[in-house]
């Protein structure tokens, strides 16, 4: 179940960053040719983005709620811990260095 929840978390994401490169694109176009010609009120340019940009927005929240469901089911696993490392205490200097 964690892997399929990873992969569906990974998935999501791929699919999010192609939707933005896309999306945002064709929504920074629609107002950059929307208002530079004039074709369009500056409600419809808001309009016309936010269209592009509502699916990013819905894959983003999609995005959360996996991870979330993700780190839920990292947390519950039985008998799971964190073991932190000390670090190393500082070698002796040999006798030639001068530190």
């Not at 819905?58 to 008998?79: K, S, T």
Request: charged share 20%; with cysteine.
């Amino acid at each position: 179940m964690i892997m399929a929840d990873y992969l569906a978390l990974e998935r999501i994401r791929i699919v999010r960053r192609l939707l933005f490169v896309r999306l945002g694109g064709l929504a920074l176009a629609t107002v950059l040719v929307g208002r530079g010609f004039d074709w369009l009120s500056p409600a419809a340019c808001a309009v016309g983005a936010a269209m592009f940009l509502a699916p990013i927005a819905w894959v983003w929240i999609i995005e959360l709620r996996r991870d979330w469901q993700l780190a839920r089911r990292l947390e519950n696993i039985p008998g799971s811990a964190t073991y932190v490392v000390p670090p190393m205490p500082d070698a002796p200097s040999e006798p030639g260095n001068a530190t």
